[in-house]
Each structure stands twice: as C-alpha cells, then as structure tokens.
C-alpha cells in the first residue's frame, strides 16, 4: 500500500485518540510505538496492541516536523466553482485512520453544497458523510476534520458537516483506484 510501517520511540507525552472508539488519551513518553499509516496530516500508530490517531501538529512526538492545517487559496477572483473544487481537493486529504484510502475515494462523501454566504466571494458549503460502520467512534473526529479543513479554503465562512447513515455505505461505494489499492479488484 506504499507506506513501511516505522517503528519510533514516543519523545514526550503525546495527545491521541483511540481508534476506532475515539476516546483521547495520551500516549506517554518513552513508549515505543509503531506508525501504520502517515496520511493526511495524521499517524496512526500502534502501541502495545492498540490503535491510536495523533494529530500532526503532535508530528514532533514521533520525530516529524509538526504540521498544521494549511490555508488553500485561490488566484483571482473567488467562486462557487473554485471553493467547491478545493473542498473536492482538501476532502481527499481526510483519511480513515485504519483504512489509507481518503473518504472521498471510499465513497463516504454523499452530497457537497457551495452556497453564496450573504457577500460578495464569501461562501457557505454544505456536506453529508457517512462512515464504514455507523457504531464507528471516529466519525465525530473525521467529520470535524472534514469541516476544518473546509474552513481552511480562502472565502468559506462556514462550513457544516453530517453524518447520515441513508444509505447505508457498502464497499461498491468504493472508487475503482481504491478498490484496485486495496486489493478488492
């Protein structure tokens, strides 16, 4: 799947989020743990048998450089059409941190709405997602990061995103070139 699992030792006390319950908990310094997956922004790690998602501002813990949500910006004037395609970009950089595909690829995105916001380039988008499994802990923490990362595009005002669960998400939900990276083809 392209990314070699690392093995790191925990530099400091470290926030994260279980996965998939997606109780925060802090993973403590001098723990030895192993990252599975490093997309998005986000690692998942594994420490003693369990799953946990640190954020990449926390990147340092691991030994990466921390990172922050970036501001997408637009030459020129900003439309409807601009915003709705940097939210079509931006969501492909949100990933479910036990499957390396971004949910847009896993067909968990349902709708995306760009409406004007009450002044001239500013704007307004409207979103509804679904997960893998509707019991998943994580969906608070994936939708937020979806709606953050909206946030970050140059003349979004706001930006609210919702779970649904109608329909219900199945794997034919899955894009092509993500079903061919995770071996269902």
């Not at 790191?8 to 743990?33: F, H, K, L, Q």
């Not at 990933?95 to 916001?117: M, R, T």
């Not at 499994?133 to 969906?139: L, N, Q, S, T």
């Amino acid at each position: 799947m392209g990314f070699d699992r690392q093995e790191v030792v925990v530099s400091r006390d470290c926030p994260a989020v279980t996965v998939p319950y997606g109780s925060p908990v802090t993973i403590e310094a001098g723990c030895d743990a192993t990252i599975t997956q490093q997309l998005g922004g986000t690692y998942t790690v594994m420490v003693e048998g369990n799953l946990y998602r640190i954020e990449g501002k926390d990147g340092d813990a691991l030994g990466f450089e921390p990172t922050e949500d970036v501001q997408h910006t637009h030459d020129g004037p900003i439309t409807a059409d601009l915003v709705e395609d940097a939210a079509w970009e931006v969501l492909s950089t949100c990933y479910d941190p036990e499957i390396p595909v971004d949910i847009v690829n896993l067909g968990l995105v349902y709708s995306l709405k760009v409406e004007p916001a009450g002044a001239p380039e500013r704007f307004r988008i409207e979103m509804q997602m679904t997960l893998t499994a509707a019991g998943c802990g994580m969906g608070t923490m994936i939708s937020d990061e979806a709606r953050n990362k909206l946030l970050n595009i140059e003349g979004v005002d706001e930006a609210v995103v919702d779970l649904v669960w109608d329909p219900p998400w199945s794997r034919d939900m899955i894009s092509e070139p993500a079903k061919l990276q995770l071996g269902l083809l």
